[in-house]
C-alpha cells in the first residue's frame, strides 16, 4: 500500500471510531439526527460526481435514485419485514440496475440531453410509485422501526453508524477510480468522447460502470432513509431537492478531485441543517442556489480548485 | 497498379458506402492499402475522405461493405477495439483531453492502447521517449490548452503513436501551419514511415502529399476517380477538373 | 367508461390545451433549439412571468394579457442579461462549459422558485378576467373560454414569431446564426450580438406565454418542474428550432395528455410528457420533422 493509501485508511478508521463512540457518549439525540442528514448528502454527493465529475454526465436524476432506494425499503419492511442490512443491499442491486439503463441512455444522448432525460425518469418513477397502493400511492406510509441492536441503544443513533459506513464505502470506490485506469478513462471521454474511443478507451463499458456504482450508492443511501424518517410519500422521496443539492456539493466542492465533494456536502450540508433550524427551509434551498450559481460562474473549479490555486502551481498534490 | 504486390495488404476495403440520410458520402469504395506503404488521400473539400478515415477507424457505422485489417474483418468492432489492434488516427481539428497535460494526453494511450502489460516506470519512459521525438520532450508537463497550433498537431500525432499504431492516419495535420512547420511535421511523418508503420495521409497541401505518398488516390463527391502515383494521379484529367471545378 | 363522446371531448381539449403548450415552448424552441443554450430555466423563467401578470392583474386590475403585454419588455431586457452572463462565462471559455452550464441554468432555477415562494408563499395563484371561469357549450362539449382564449392567442403568436423569422432581417439572421456561425461572421455580423437579440425575443414571447399560463389554470412556485417535461419534449419532438413542428408536436402531446387523462385519471398526467419526451429522444433524436 503506498503512503497516501495508509494515510487514508488510517483517517477512514479514525472516522468511523469517532462516530462510533459518538453514539456511545453522546444522549442528545439532535446531533445524530442533523449528523444523518449531513452524512447522507456527503455519500450522494460522492456517488454523483462518479459520474456527474469524472464522467462529465449531469445527473438531475438523484433524487429518482434516492427514492427507489426509500420504496426498495418501504417495499422490503411492508412484504418480508426485511432487515436493514438486506434493505440497503437491494438498494444497491436496484440502483446498479437503474444504472445500468441509465448508461444505456449515455449510447444515445449526451449533454443536455441526457441531464433532461435523467429528470424524465424521475417524475416517470415517481408518478408510478404515487400510484402504486401498495406502498402507500400518493399519501405517503407510515414505517414501523424494529427493535435496535445492541451496541446501540437508538435506532438514530445505527443509523447515523451504517450512513458513516456508507460513506466510507462510497469515497473509497470513488478514491479508487480516481487513481486508477478507470478514472483517467473516464476522464478522457469526458474531454473528448470520440478522441478517446480513438486512443483506445473503451467508453461505453466505463460509462456503464460509472452509472452502475453511481447508481448502486445513491440507491444504497436512500435505502435507510426510509427507517430514518418512519415515513415515505413520493414528493418527499422524489424531491427534485435531492437533485440540486447533491448537484450543487459536488460542483461547489470541486469534481476534480474525490475530497472535492466531500467538503462541498459537509460544508453545504451544515449551512442547511443550520439555516433549517434558524430561519426557513426556502431560504435554505434560496442559499444553495446562489451558491451553485456563483461558484459555477465564478469559481468553475470549486473549492478544491480554489485551494490548489492559493497554494500555487508549483507543487502537484497528488492523492 | 504500378507495382506487382505479392504480399497481402495491410487493409483493404471493399466496396463501402456510407450514407447520411439521403446523402450518399461514399459510394462503393474499394482499395488496398499494404504494409508499410505510404499513401496519400486528396479530394476536395467535401468529397468524403474525413468519412472515409471515419469509417475506417470505426466512428461511424458502414453498411454496405466490409474493411479487413491484416486477415481480420473489423468491420463490427467499435473503434477503441480497432485502435487497439493498431489503427490510430489524428483529427482534422485537433482533439486534445483539455483538462489534461501533454505527458497525460499520451498516457491515456499508453494505458488503453499498450498491447503487453507493461509497468507504470515503462510506459512513462515510453511516452518521453514519443515526445522527445516529436520535440515535445519540454512540453510534457503543459496543460494541451497551452500549446501553440503545431505543437497541438504534434501533441495528437505523439497521442496516436502511443497507441503503437501498424496503421496511422493523418487527417489533414498540416492544415493552419507554416512552411517550416509543414516540412517539420512532414519530417516527423515520413520517419514513422521508416519505423515500417503504414500512414495514410489526407491533405491539401499538394507539394507535401506529393513528397510524401509513394501512392494517391483522389476522391470526388464519394467515388474514387484516380488512384496511382503521384505524378499520375497529377496528370489526370478529371482530377484537374474535380480540383478547377470546370 | 369509454364513449366516443368522451374521447371526441378529451380530443378538442387536447387540440385546445396542445396549442397553448406550442405558446410556452417557442421561447425555447428558439433558446435551446436554435442557439443550443442548454435553458433548462424556461418554464422558470414563465412561471415568473405568470406571477408577474397575477400580481398585476390582482393589484392593478389589468387584464391578464394586457399585463403578459407589459411585461414582454422587462423579460427582454432580462433574456439579453441571462445571455450575456452565458456567454462570457461558459460559451467563450469554451472548455467544458456543458457541464457547468446545465448547472448553472440548474440553479437558476431553483432560485426564481425559492424566490417565488419568500415573496408570494407557496399557495396558488390565479387571475381574473370575463373570460375566465366561463365556458362555451357545443352540443354535448363543453369547452371554458379561458383556453379558447390561450387557443386564440398561441396560435397568433406562433404565427408572429414564424413570420419574424422568416420574413425579417434579423430573423433570417437568428437563423443563419443557428446554422454556420462562421458564414456570418465573414459576413461582418457579430453572431454573439445576434445570439442575444434571438435570447431576448425568446424570453420576452414568455411574457405572453405567463399570461397563458395563469390564464388557463391556477399556478404555484414549483409549477415549472412539470414544465421542464412539457417544454422540453415539445421542442424535442419538434425537431430542434422548427416553429411549426413545434405547433404540431404541441397539439400531440396536448391530445396525449388529455386522453390519458380522461382514460386513467389525473395522477398519471405528470409523467405522459416526461415519458414521450423519453420515447423520442431515445429512438428519434433529431425529432419527428427534424431540422438535422
Known sequence: ?319 | ?246 | MFSLDLLLDAVVIGVLLGCFYGAVSLGLSVSFGLLDVPHVAHPAFLVLASYAVSFLNEQYAVDPLVAGLLITPVFFVLGLATYRLYYETFERRGSDAGVRGIAFFFGVAFIIEVLIILQFGVDQRSVTADYVGKAWRLGDIRIPYRLLVAFAVATGLTILLTLYLSRTFMGRAIRAVAQDQEALRLMGTNPVRIKQWAFGIATAVLGIAGALLVIVAPVDPTLDRAYIGRTFCVVVMAGLGSMSGTLVAAVILGVAESIVLTLFGASWAPAISFAMLLGVLAVRPQGLFGRR
Request: hydrophobic share 50%.
Open chain 1, 1 to 319: 500500500m503506498t503512503r497516501n493509501g495508509i494515510a487514508f485508511w488510517t483517517g477512514a478508521a479514525v472516522f468511523l471510531a469517532a462516530v462510533f463512540a459518538m453514539t456511545q457518549l453522546v444522549g442528545n439525540q439532535y446531533p445524530f439526527f442533523a449528523g444523518y442528514v449531513i452524512l447522507q448528502f456527503v455519500a450522494l454527493a460522492v456517488a454523483w460526481s462518479i459520474l456527474g465529475g469524472y464522467a462529465g454526465y449531469v445527473n438531475f436524476g438523484t433524487s429518482a435514485f434516492f427514492g427507489v432506494g426509500v420504496y426498495a425499503s418501504v417495499f422490503l419492511v411492508n412484504a418480508f419485514g426485511a432487515p436493514l442490512p438486506v434493505q440497503i443491499l437491494t438498494g444497491a442491486a436496484i440502483g446498479a440496475l437503474m444504472g445500468f439503463a441509465l448508461g444505456l441512455l449515455t449510447l444515445r444522448m449526451q449533454g443536455i440531453f441526457f441531464s433532461i432525460a435523467t429528470i424524465a425518469l424521475t417524475i416517470i418513477i415517481e408518478t408510478t410509485i404515487t400510484n402504486w397502493r401498495y406502498v402507500g400511492g400518493a399519501a405517503g406510509i407510515q414505517i414501523q422501526r424494529p427493535a435496535v441492536t445492541a451496541p446501540f441503544d437508538n435506532y438514530v443513533q445505527m443509523l447515523f453508524f451504517v450512513q458513516a459506513l456508507l460513506v466510507v464505502l462510497a469515497v473509497a470506490i470513488s478514491r479508487y477510480i480516481q487513481n486508477s485506469w478507470i478514472g483517467r478513462g473516464l476522464q478522457a471521454l469526458r474531454d473528448d468522447e470520440l478522441a478517446a474511443e480513438c486512443t483506445g478507451v473503451p467508453t461505453l463499458r466505463l460509462k456503464l460502470l460509472a452509472c452502475v456504482i453511481s447508481g448502486a450508492l445513491m440507491c444504497a443511501v436512500g435505502a435507510p432513509s426510509a427507517m430514518y424518517l418512519q415515513y415515505a410519500d413520493p414528493a418527499g422521496a422524489f424531491n427534485l431537492n435531492y437533485s440540486v443539492s447533491t448537484l450543487a456539493m459536488s460542483l461547489i466542492g470541486g469534481t476534480a478531485h474525490w475530497s472535492g465533494p466531500i467538503v462541498g456536502a459537509i460544508l453545504l450540508g451544515t449551512t442547511q441543517q443550520l439555516l433549517t433550524v434558524t430561519i426557513s427551509s426556502e431560504v435554505n434551498v434560496l442559499v444553495l442556489g446562489v451558491m451553485l450559481v456563483l461558484f459555477v460562474v465564478g469559481a468553475p473549479e470549486g473549492i478544491i480548485g480554489l485551494i490548489r490555486k492559493l497554494r500555487g502551481k508549483g507543487k502537484e498534490g497528488e492523492a
Open chain 2, 1 to 246: 497498379m504500378t507495382l506487382a504486390d505479392t504480399r497481402s495488404p495491410l487493409l483493404r476495403i471493399s466496396s463501402l458506402t456510407k450514407r447520411f440520410g439521403g446523402f450518399t458520402a461514399l459510394r462503393n469504395v474499394s482499395v488496398d492499402i499494404r504494409p508499410g506503404e505510404r499513401f496519400g488521400l486528396i479530394g476536395p473539400n467535401g468529397s468524403g475522405k474525413t468519412t472515409l478515415i471515419n469509417c475506417i477507424s470505426g466512428a461511424f457505422r458502414t453498411e454496405p461493405g466490409t474493411i479487413l485489417f491484416g486477415d481480420e474483418d473489423i468491420t463490427p468492432l467499435q473503434p477503441h477495439v480497432r485502435t487497439r489492434r493498431g489503427i490510430a488516427r489524428s483529427f482534422q481539428i485537433p482533439r486534445p483531453f483539455r483538462s489534461m497535460t501533454v505527458a497525460e494526453n499520451l498516457m491515456v494511450a499508453l494505458d488503453f492502447a499498450a498491447h503487453e502489460h507493461v509497468s507504470v516506470g515503462e510506459r512513462r519512459d515510453t511516452m518521453m521517449s514519443i515526445l522527445e521525438q516529436m520535440g515535445l520532450g519540454s512540453k510534457a508537463n503543459v496543460p494541451a490548452t497551452q500549446l501553440s497550433q503545431v505543437e497541438l498537431r504534434k501533441m495528437e500525432l505523439a497521442r496516436a503513436m502511443a497507441t503503437h499504431p501498424k496503421l496511422l492516419i493523418s487527417d489533414e495535420a498540416m492544415a493552419g501551419l507554416s512552411g517550416s512547420e509543414v516540412d517539420e511535421v512532414l519530417d516527423l511523418l515520413l520517419s514513422f514511415a521508416s519505423c515500417n508503420i503504414t500512414i495514410i495521409m489526407i491533405e491539401h497541401i499538394m507539394q507535401a502529399v506529393m513528397r510524401f505518398s509513394e501512392r494517391v488516390m483522389c476522391l470526388d463527391a464519394g467515388t474514387i476517380i484516380a488512384i496511382g502515383t503521384p505524378s499520375e494521379v497529377m496528370a489526370d484529367q478529371r482530377v484537374q477538373e474535380a480540383y478547377l471545378g470546370t
